[in-house]
């Protein structure tokens, strides 16, 4: 999975014991103060996937937006936004989901996916796979078509591209930390 980007990972910094003890955080802030490496992880994930196949590009707050954007804008999709709690002024619906590290909530507008829009799934990351079902059961709930994700890391030993593809979604990340 990650075998071609170790030029990536190598710009994504490990914070130890954040945001609590045993957790390593993979930081990819640093790889996006790199412009070049930052062009060069959209232009991967881009070719990861065929843009024929997708109608928008869903991105979860906050780090997920970021990728997201940079792709819809390289592909000229529309971008959809998967918000925090109580942040989309708008009618809106929502799924509670378990993280890594807590608790947590994302939320849609109703109306900006329409039933049968085939979205593709974008995060920063990875872990449990937790945030992502989230999101998975709230675009489908939507009636969206999603079986395509991309995240910029994979923490396998957390399970989450797996849970991910037993329900019918293939993940792929550019970069994978094992022993996390
Ligand atoms: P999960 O729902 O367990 O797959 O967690 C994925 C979400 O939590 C993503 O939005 C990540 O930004 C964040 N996250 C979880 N674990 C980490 C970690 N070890 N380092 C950085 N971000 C993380």
Request: hydrophobic share 45%; net charge negative; proline share 5%.
């Amino acid at each position: 999975m990650s075998s071609n980007n170790h030029d990536l990972a190598a710009l994504i910094r490990t914070i130890p014991d954040y945001p609590k003890p045993g957790i390593q955080f993979r930081d990819v802030s640093t790889l996006l103060l790199d412009g070049p490496a930052f062009r060069t992880a959209i232009d991967r994930l881009a070719a990861t996937f065929d843009p024929d196949q997708i109608d928008l590009i869903a991105g979860i707050e906050a780090r997920g937006f970021i990728v997201a954007a940079a792709l819809s804008y390289a592909l000229s999709k529309g971008k959809l936004i998967l918000r925090k709690p109580g942040k989309l002024p708008g009618e809106r619906v929502g799924m509670d989901y378990a993280l890594e590290y807590g608790m947590d909530r994302i939320e849609l507008h109703i109306g900006a996916v329409q039933p049968g829009q085939r979205v593709l799934l974008v995060d920063d990351l990875i872990a449990t796979g937790g945030t992502a079902l989230a999101a998975v059961r709230l675009l489908r709930g939507e009636g969206a078509v999603i079986d395509q994700a991309r995240f910029l890391v994979d923490l396998p030993d957390l399970g989450g591209t797996e849970r991910l593809l037993a329900s019918g979604v293939k993940a792929h990340a550019l970069t994978s930390f094992a022993g996390d």
